[in-house]
């Protein structure tokens, strides 16, 4: 994103960048801090924070993509060599990935479904904080979201779940836009309709 874009200007425009198309450079740590402030800025009925980050730069995206592999291959050992290199490389293709975990649970007051949704909101807003600062990104979840031994390499505890992997780094790559829903097939007014 550019840094002088208006936020109306960005709005329209804004989009993902495919995982296949992000490279160095990655966001510096301070930069990381930033984003991660900026992202946790979303509304969160009740103030719960019903959600936490877990950062996985460097050498520990290649160990957690060596163990993707390893389970992987438990679940089906004819893996492909295609497959088997994309469980190689799964937290390799950002330079930084970025854990999204909510934890949201029974409460009192704040239903849970709120607490997942604000979760939602924080993935969305990283989305926007790291363009910001002038990188590219996308919120992936991929099998690694759902399965419990991959969750606890993770860090991800049973209690919690894993809301989004948010890859973050570089890209001069021109996404051409995807298709976008039309207003008429997901808008109805209620009431006496449009004023
Ligand atoms: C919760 C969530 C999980 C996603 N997980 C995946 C995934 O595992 N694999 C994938 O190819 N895309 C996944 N996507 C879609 C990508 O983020 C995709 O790039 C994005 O929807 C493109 O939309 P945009 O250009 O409007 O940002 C996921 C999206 C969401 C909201």
């Keep these: 994103m550019q840094n002088d874009l208006k936020l109306i200007d960005y709005l329209r425009q804004r989009h993902s960048t495919p995982v296949a198309q992000i490279k160095e450079p990655g966001p510096s740590d301070a930069e990381i ?4 402030s900026l992202a946790s800025r979303v509304p969160d009925h009740g103030k719960l924070a019903p959600w936490r980050f877990i950062v996985y730069r460097g050498a520990v995206r290649g160990e957690l993509s060596a163990e993707f592999l390893r389970l992987a291959l438990e679940k089906d050992p004819e893996l492909s060599d295609a497959a088997q290199e994309a469980e190689r490389t799964r937290f ?3 330079p930084v990935v970025i854990g999204v975990v909510s934890k949201a649970a029974p409460h009192v007051k704040i239903p849970e479904w709120e607490q997942v949704l ?4 924080v993935c969305l807003n990283m989305l926007m ?3 910001a600062h002038g990188f590219v990104a996308n919120w992936r979840t991929e099998w690694i979201a759902y399965d419990a031994r991959a969750l606890e390499l993770l860090g991800i505890a049973p209690d919690e779940k894993a809301a989004g992997f948010i890859h973050i780094g570089s890209s001069d790559f021109p996404v051409p836009d995807r298709p976008r829903p039309e207003l008429s097939q997901i808008v109805t007014y209620a009431g006496e309709g449009r004023g």
Excluded at 33 to 36: D, K, P, R
Excluded at 118 to 121: E, I, P
């Design 33 to 36: 801090e930033a984003i991660l």
């Design 92 to 94: 390799l293709r950002a």
């Design 118 to 121: 604000s979760a939602g909101a």
């Design 129 to 131: 904080a790291a363009e």
